[in-house]
């Protein structure tokens, strides 16, 4: 039973394509998110999701566009990609802040490794 | 605002010593602090998490970390390290707001020699 599903594992694309990546999670979270780990290993939170509504959005273009359809679904659409999207994405849930009293663990999905040629 | 340090970009023991990773971190308030272990090519996985009960958290895999306030510190210790160690490990803060953020060191791989 994943908890945390991300598809693909794998993307290969070419500058200028438009691609999505889909995460899944079944823990009945309430609120998800999207990291982005760089080459150097370094992670940075893009997004977070909480009951279909952003609730933080760190500087990062408007080509990339969280889609929630529900609560355990948050997919990441990137437009126009460019050579420096090449990274491996990583998505995330937990229980909002505050549910049991202090900070929510959040659970991390396997990644997709995204390369732009 | 909310950082970790981790000091060391890349540890290496032999299998049955000591592992000492180091993380020092900087918040404006009594912060919520974690550790998270990266197997190569694998996804994140939650070793331990501090939120201000007991100072000293035990984790998974026989690893542990002390929180102490006076040193801005929250080091991740095992005994005895095993080859099923080696990974990448980050030292995370998280920033207590509506917002649940959290903010990654940047990584101290811990290689294993038999």
């Known amino acids: 039973d994943t908890a945390v599903s991300q598809t693909p594992k794998y993307l290969v694309t070419q500058m200028g394509n438009d691609k999505s990546i889909k995460c899944e999670q079944n823990?009945?979270?309430?609120?998800m998110y999207w990291y982005k780990q760089d080459s150097k290993k370094f992670l940075k939170i893009m997004f977070s999701?909480?009951?279909?509504?952003?609730?933080i959005n760190e500087t990062v273009p408007n080509r990339f566009s969280p889609k929630s359809p529900d609560k355990a679904h948050l997919n990441l659409h990137i437009n126009s990609l460019e050579l420096g999207d090449s990274a491996v994405y990583f998505c995330?849930?937990?229980?909002?802040?505050?549910?049991?009293?202090?900070?929510?663990?959040?659970?991390f999905g396997p990644g997709t490794r995204l390369l732009v040629l | 605002a909310q950082s970790v340090t981790q000091l060391d970009s890349h540890v290496s023991v032999s299998e049955g010593t000591p592992v000492l990773l180091r993380c020092n971190y900087s918040?404006?308030?009594?912060?919520?602090l974690f550790w998270y272990v990266q197997h190569p090519n694998k996804g994140l996985q939650l070793l331990l998490k501090?939120?201000?009960?007991?100072?000293l958290v035990k984790g998974i895999n026989g690893f542990e970390a002390e929180f102490k306030k006076s040193e801005t510190s929250f080091h991740l210790t095992k005994p005895s390290a095993h080859m099923s160690d080696a990974a990448e490990y980050f030292c995370?803060?998280?920033?207590?707001?509506?917002?649940?953020?959290?903010?990654f060191g940047t990584g101290t791989r811990l290689t294993v020699i038999p």
């Open positions: 995330a849930s937990s229980q909002p802040m505050g549910l049991a009293g202090g900070q929510e663990t959040q659970y």
């Open positions: 823990l009945g979270h309430d609120t």
């Open positions: 999701y909480n009951n279909k509504e952003l609730i």
């Open positions: 918040s404006s308030y009594s912060p919520s």
């Open positions: 501090y939120t201000s009960a007991a100072t």
């Open positions: 995370v803060v998280s920033d207590l707001t509506g917002a649940n953020n959290l903010f």
